[in-house]
Nanobody, 128 residues
Framework: QVQLVESGGGLVEPGGSLRLSCTAS????????MIWYRQAPGKERELVAA????????HYADSVKGRFTVSRDNGKNTLYLQMDKLKPEDTAVYYC?????????????????????WGQGTQVTVSS
């Protein structure tokens, strides 16, 4: 059974930091690119950060570049998102995703598919 379980969300003040984790099971995690998305109320889902299977390359949305860092530990089947200098506009539900398209998608522009592997999401709220 495939599972992606996010954790680490919560309430943080502007300028603060959070580290999200996504633990995977049931599929060969190290063979898949991984993506963090977020969705705020009333807004479309947004690709936040993506990372290649080995972790050698990463892509970030312009809105988070320089503040967020995506990484992975293939030995622990875990994806991370370090979020620093958080802003109120970062408030959203954050989801991890394993794209299942063949061939693999363009990680800079992939919008996600219902047929991908998805986590249940973790809420991040940035507010004073």
């Amino acid at each position: 059974q495939v599972q992606l379980v996010e954790s680490g969300g919560g309430l943080v003040e502007p300028g603060g930091s959070l580290r999200l984790s996504c633990t995977a099971s049931g599929f060969p995690f190290s063979m898949y690119a991984m993506i963090w998305y977020r969705q705020a109320p009333g807004k479309e889902r947004e690709l936040v950060a993506a990372i290649t299977p080995t972790g050698s390359l990463a892509h970030y949305a312009d809105s988070v570049k320089g503040r967020f860092t995506v990484s992975r530990d293939n030995g622990k089947n875990t994806l991370y998102l370090q979020m620093d200098k958080l802003k109120p506009e970062d408030t959203a539900v954050y989801y991890c995703n394993a794209p299942l398209t063949d061939p693999p998608p363009d990680l800079t522009a992939y919008g996600g598919s219902p047929s991908d592997y998805w986590g249940q999401g973790t809420q991040v709220t940035v507010s004073s």
